[in-house]
């Protein structure tokens, strides 16, 4: 049962502050009107001043696969060439999607814990000089690792001056530096439930110059998602299909907050409270999952110790503590545990979590004290080298495969 006592450490969706609530609590109003107007335009320039753009930023209603859809139905043709950038589940399913439509995707895949090398990129892309299109993930939800997407899109331009670069920004954005136009990034995509304090169900998404340019000639068939008709509702005030009112009204309860904070005061934020969870995870004595150097600023992911029941330990904090954590996905479900804190969050929250979680610890006889004595260390899978793939074969459906055995 959903109760207002919860600490929800999953990433995405997160806790909401009250006036973020009371917002999405308010009475309908007609969406053709100067009033919903007004609050578009509010949303967007505060969507615009997060993404770094000055291009426009579009919403969709729907959870952030819609957006990352959006993106490859506008601008993808079939049999178009893409390089997918994986470093876990969220990396393989941007990559099954363009599969799904019909694209020939190239694979760079990692080894769960690792993040993306730019070098690897500027090969792979040297490999596959047909590659029109780059996919990666800002933030690998499912392992807690942060992509250095600042240092991909150097090598795509180096490599690639006009090839489209889309991220998936959806845990990421919000949470660490994503300069999009800086970066000369073609996409971002993210979703309402994730930093931005606000319920699951709205995506929204950056659409650079050349992507725009792309939009022109790219033949996937298109309606609902089509970037034209949402442009034209961003610039006159005025949606194509009915907008989720009341998602509009608490995204621009949230977005209020989040701008009285600060863009790059909510990047330090996250920061600062992903380094006191992985500081508390290690004196609990657990191991980190993810690459040190490529910390996530929204999840933090533990090792299950050896002997310690990983699911018990999610069920134990659940029922006993009111703390939902999220579990490891696919093949590292039960082996490591994800702590969300990402959105309105602080190191309070994070305090509580760690302690139910040590109380489930020492449930199943886990020893901190021997466990202190030997500096928790980070865990990364030991599989050699990143390897590139060929084009995906559809009839697969996907290569995750090639993720749950190195997981
Ligand atoms: C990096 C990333 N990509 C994609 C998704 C899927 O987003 P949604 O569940 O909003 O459709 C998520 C959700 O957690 C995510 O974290």
Redesign the pocket.
């Known amino acids: 049962m959903a109760d207002d006592n919860i600490n929800l450490r999953v990433?995405?969706p997160t806790p909401l502050p009250d006036e973020v609530r009371a917002a999405g609590a308010r009475q309908m109003m007609n969406h053709r009107s100067a009033d919903f107007e007004a609050i578009m335009r509010e949303v967007h320039t505060d969507l615009r001043y997060f993404f770094a753009t000055e291009g426009p930023v579009l919403t969709f209603p729907?959870?952030?696969?819609?957006g990352?859809e959006a993106a490859i139905v506008n601008l993808l043709s079939p049999g178009d060439e893409a390089l997918a950038v994986s470093v876990g589940v969220?990396g393989d399913?941007?990559a099954e999607m363009a599969s799904a439509f019909g694209a020939t995707v190239h694979r760079l895949s990692y080894p769960l814990g690792r993040a993306a090398e730019a070098d690897d990129v500027a090969r792979s892309l040297e490999e596959h000089p047909g590659a029109r299109a780059v996919l990666v993930?800002?933030?690998?939800?499912?392992t807690g690792v942060l992509n250095d997407v600042e240092g991909i899109a150097r090598a795509v331009r180096a490599a690639r001056p006009d090839a489209l670069l889309l991220v998936?920004g959806?845990?990421?954005l919000g949470t660490a530096p994503l300069l999009t136009d800086a970066w000369d990034v073609d996409v971002v995509v993210t979703?309402s439930?994730?930093a931005w304090m606000a319920p699951?169900g709205m995506?929204m998404v950056s659409v650079s110059a050349r992507a725009w340019e792309a939009t022109r000639t790219a033949r996937l068939p298109r309606y609902y998602w089509d970037f034209a008709k949402a442009r034209k509702a961003v610039d006159e005030g005025n949606p194509p299909y009915t907008p989720a009112v009341s998602l509009y009204y608490a995204l621009q309860a949230g977005l209020r907050l989040l701008r009285a904070e600060g863009r790059e005061a909510v990047w330090a934020r996250h920061d600062a409270v992903a380094a006191h969870a992985r500081e508390g995870a290690g004196r609990l004595g657990l191991g980190l999952f993810a690459d040190p150097a490529h910390y996530s600023h929204s999840v933090t992911s533990v090792v299950v110790p050896d002997g310690v029941d990983g699911k018990r330990l999610l069920r134990d904090a659940r029922d006993q503590h009111n703390v939902h954590f999220g579990d490891g996905q696919k093949s590292l479900s039960g082996r490591i545990i994800r702590i969300g804190h990402l959105g309105w969050v602080d190191d309070a929250q994070i305090d509580a979590a760690l302690e139910a979680l040590a109380a489930g610890l020492v449930a199943q006889g886990w020893d901190a004290s021997r466990a202190a004595q030997e500096p928790s260390r980070p865990r990364v899978d030991p599989t050699p080298t990143p390897w590139l793939t060929g084009p995906s074969d559809p009839s697969r459906g996907s290569d995750v495969g090639a993720h749950s055995t190195h997981g």
Do not use: H, M, V, Y
């Open positions: 990433p995405g729907a959870s952030g696969t819609g990352l969220f399913r941007f993930t800002q933030n690998e939800t499912s998936d959806i845990s990421g979703g439930q994730k699951p995506t």
